[in-house]
């Protein structure tokens, strides 16, 4: 099983980026795909998630609206576009996979299979 995160990069603070999370090894048996991300010095925070069951969603309040996540069940794949970036959202993105049903959608602790992460930088 692997998950593999790219996308990240360097952004000025207003600009976009679309993050790709691709699932491989691993096609059936989990129940929700989320998006996590640490900075420097913190924890490890989670952003969004999409339920596999239902294509439900779930968004942190630091993320809402200026992010969106979305998925392709067919590629096993999930994307999280995010637009408005501020220099705080500088940080390494990581994605997860649930085998379990989450109890707490964005707790870090429910997600087991973790991708490797893609750094996203915003600056000037």
């Known amino acids: 099983v692997q998950l593999q995160a790219f996308g990240g990069g360097l952004v000025q603070p207003g600009g976009s980026l679309r993050l790709s999370c691709a699932a491989s090894g691993f096609t059936a048996g989990y129940y929700a795909i989320a998006w996590f991300r640490q900075a420097p010095g913190k924890e490890r925070e989670g952003l969004s998630c999409?339920?596999?069951?239902?294509?439900?969603?779930y968004y942190a309040d630091s993320v809402k609206g200026r992010f969106t996540i979305s998925g392709d069940n067919a590629k096993h794949t999930v994307y999280l576009q995010m637009n408005a970036l501020e220099p705080e959202d500088t940080a390494v993105y990581y994605c997860a996979i649930a085998t379990k049903p989450p109890a707490i959608w964005l707790l870090m602790y429910n997600y087991d299979i973790w991708g490797q992460g893609t750094l996203v930088t915003v600056s000037s």
């Open positions: 999409i339920s596999r069951t239902d294509g439900s969603t």
